[in-house]
């Protein structure tokens, strides 16, 4: 066979795989997108998929309904996204408990968060704010830190549930600070935020959608932000980073992601609409007013993203002695 036959033969294997990718991304969608938050409705990670799928709905020209799926901290819904057919009609929204904290924290995971699911973008982020009762005589990450390291096991801090983002940011805090500090669980936020305010804890990283109104009435002392920048809501608290704690940072981040093996022109096309989608006024007017800020990235990037995660959190959970449930 000459070169150019070989090469002639070679361009049609290609085209012909190239084919039935291209086919998939000009009839996709054909029938309504089903998007599944593995958790109840209400909260974040609900708002978002209300929010991205009634813009999906308009741009594809298909249905897009949302189920909630709760349950195992996450778990149920997400494995029944990850044992679905990988044709861009089942998304998940993906939380990073669910997709970097949970696989170190349960001892047998239903489904691989890396290899059972395809990126698709980030979504948003829910800011993490470190509050305490404004009894703590500190006004400052600095002072904080001072004393706790005067009275170990002096202070207590609350968090929204065991092996919670919320959890996972103090038990950090702790290790890059080298305090010691007493963790109370509850079940979710509100009671958590209730006894907080209560004087009967006395400090939490909590979403910054749960502490806000609170510290803006004074009743709670805003010190820290978790994340890697500063917020709007609270342009003059420093980032816990900036206040003396170098490298410091946790955030709950929100994702959507597809079965693995979704052709690669549906990851393309929903990538660009959820982009639009997010960048509509409308959309990040809905999602200012629960303090959720809209975040996007390359699927590349989104699987780096996950992945790190899974090694960070993996070593705070051992390092912390977090027993797997």
Do not use: C
């Amino acid at each position: 066979m000459t070169v150019r036959a070989l090469g002639a033969v070679v361009l049609a294997a290609f085209t012909s795989l190239a084919m039935p990718i291209s086919a998939v991304g000009q009839t996709y969608p054909s029938k309504p997108i089903r998007i599944v938050v593995p958790f109840t409705p209400g909260g974040s990670n609900d708002v978002l998929a209300r929010a991205i799928g009634e813009k999906l709905s308009a741009s594809l020209g298909q249905p897009v309904v949302v189920d909630n799926k709760p349950g195992a901290s996450g778990n149920i819904g997400s494995d029944s996204v990850a044992k679905s057919p990988a044709d861009g009609y089942t998304l998940l929204i993906a939380a990073n408990n669910v997709m970097s904290m949970n696989p170190a924290l349960f001892a047998k995971m239903p489904f691989d968060s890396v290899k059972d699911f395809e990126p698709i973008t980030l979504l948003g982020v829910v800011p993490v704010v470190l509050a305490i009762n404004p009894e703590v005589k500190a006004t400052s990450v600095k002072e904080l830190v001072a004393v706790a390291k005067a009275t170990p096991g002096g202070l207590k801090y609350a968090s929204s549930g065991k092996g919670s983002p919320q959890h996972l940011s103090a038990e950090l805090f702790k290790a890059m600070t080298g305090t010691d500090i007493v963790h109370i669980p509850y079940k979710g936020a509100a009671p958590a935020v209730t006894d907080l305010l209560g004087g009967h804890v006395e400090m939490q990283f909590g979403a910054i959608n749960s502490l806000l109104p609170h510290v803006k009435a004074g009743r709670l002392r805003a010190l820290g932000v978790a994340g890697a920048q500063r917020v709007s809501a609270l342009p003059d608290v420093p980032t816990i980073a900036e206040a003396g704690v170098a490298g410091y940072e946790s955030d709950i981040w929100i994702a959507l992601v597809a079965p693995a093996k979704t052709p690669a022109a549906i990851v393309k096309l929903l990538n660009a609409e959820v982009r639009k989608a997010l960048a509509a006024p409308d959309v990040q007017q809905k999602l200012a007013e629960q303090a959720i800020e809209p975040r996007t990235s390359s699927p590349d990037a989104l699987a780096k993203l996950v992945s790190d995660d899974l090694k960070r959190w993996s070593r705070v959970v051992k390092d912390a002695g977090i027993q797997p449930e």
